[in-house]
């Protein structure tokens, strides 16, 4: 019977494998993250879920290294495994991270599919947007374009079903960022038309104009003033106009153009 662990063992339960795959001995690191799958890894779910969100990211590194197929797939049936949602969510996005690093763009964008509908099917929480935000953020590092807008657009969907307007205009203000992210304008600003038109729907001008500043500072960043000073238009508190203000101004700081002539 395998024997509970203690806080101190579980961190030596994923240390192990890792060290073991990091000096060198893929074998002994597979060996031991078999066993570490076989221990019961906590008292409650949100504790198990932890190691085992660990245990997959450290299966993947495992993939990453070896090439062999069948530790990314180990890797996403550990955290197809977890009871725990927000693990479950975190531990996809990290394997997916993995993935990036390893040029293995097609598993990368499954895993963060998978990432988006677990957070799809959860309850609204912080905790919820906060793993939304991370999928985002991954899928705005995959090399193919239309792929990685492919998930955005699916992070747009799960982050549309959002109750609460400060999880809403948060969500919908990171999808914008990882929009930017990507770095392709023409298809980058067509989509942020998208999420003009999710915004438009709020009822919270606060929110509202949280999601605005955020287009404004993506659109600027993407090359469009056009569409950043509509975008400016739309917003309909002052503060808000002031923070979209400042996110173009950053825009175009990073960008290394002159801005203030083109605002006034």
Same mark, same amino acid.
């Given at each position: 019977?395998?024997?509970?662990?203690?806080?101190?063992?579980?961190?030596?339960?994923?240390?192990?494998?890792?060290?073991?795959?990091?000096?060198?001995?893929?074998?002994?690191?597979?060996?031991?993250?078999?066993?570490?799958?076989?221990? &019961?890894?906590?008292?409650? #779910?949100?504790? +198990? %879920?932890? !190691?085992?969100?660990?245990? @997959?990211?450290?299966?993947?590194? *495992? $993939?990453?290294?070896?090439?062999?197929?069948?530790?990314?797939?180990?890797?996403?049936?550990?955290?197809?495994?977890?009871?725990?949602?927000?693990?479950?969510?975190?531990?996809?996005? &990290?394997?997916?991270?993995? #993935?990036?690093? +390893? %040029?293995? !763009?097609?598993?990368?964008? @499954?895993?963060?599919?998978?990432? *988006? $509908?677990?957070?799809?099917?959860?309850?609204?929480?912080?905790?919820?947007?906060?793993?939304?935000?991370?999928?985002?953020?991954?899928?705005?590092?995959?090399?193919?374009?239309?792929?990685?807008?492919?998930?955005?657009?699916?992070?747009?969907?799960?982050?549309?079903?959002?109750?609460?307007?400060?999880?809403?205009?948060?969500?919908?203000?990171?999808?914008?960022?990882?929009?930017?992210?990507?770095?392709?304008?023409?298809?980058?600003?067509?989509?942020?038309?998208?999420?003009?038109?999710?915004?438009?729907?709020?009822?919270?001008?606060?929110?509202?104009?949280?999601?605005?500043?955020?287009?404004?500072?993506?659109?600027?960043?993407?090359?469009?003033?056009?569409?950043?000073?509509?975008?400016?238009?739309?917003?309909?508190?002052?503060?808000?106009?002031?923070?979209?203000?400042?996110?173009?101004?950053?825009?175009?700081?990073?960008?290394?153009?002159?801005?203030?002539?083109?605002?006034?």
């Amino acid at each position: 019977m395998a024997q509970k662990t203690g806080n101190a063992d579980k961190t030596v339960l994923i240390s192990t494998p890792e060290t073991a795959l990091y000096v060198g001995d893929p074998g002994k690191a597979a060996e031991l993250l078999d066993r570490a799958r076989k221990e &019961e890894t906590g008292e409650s #779910a949100s504790q +198990a %879920g932890t !190691t085992l969100s660990e245990i @997959a990211r450290v299966t993947a590194e *495992l $993939g990453k290294a070896t090439r062999n197929p069948r530790f990314w797939e180990e890797a996403r049936e550990t955290a197809e495994g977890i009871q725990d949602v927000g693990s479950k969510a975190g531990a996809f996005s &990290e394997i997916a991270t993995v #993935a990036v690093e +390893a %040029g293995e !763009t097609d598993k990368a964008c @499954a895993f963060l599919k998978e990432g *988006l $509908g677990v957070v799809n099917q959860a309850q609204n929480s912080f905790t919820t947007v906060e793993h939304l935000k991370n999928l985002t953020r991954g899928a705005a590092t995959i090399s193919e374009p239309q792929k990685a807008f492919a998930l955005l657009e699916e992070a747009l969907r799960v982050a549309e079903r959002f109750k609460d307007s400060f999880d809403k205009s948060t969500a919908l203000s990171a999808v914008a960022q990882g929009t930017e992210a990507v770095r392709e304008p023409q298809q980058g600003l067509a989509f942020l038309e998208q999420i003009v038109q999710v915004a438009s729907r709020m009822e919270d001008p606060n929110g509202q104009s949280r999601v605005f500043a955020a287009i404004a500072r993506a659109a600027s960043k993407l090359g469009s003033v056009r569409q950043a000073r509509r975008s400016v238009e739309l917003i309909g508190t002052d503060l808000g106009r002031a923070m979209a203000l400042v996110g173009i101004l950053q825009g175009y700081a990073e960008r290394n153009e002159p801005a203030l002539a083109e605002l006034n």
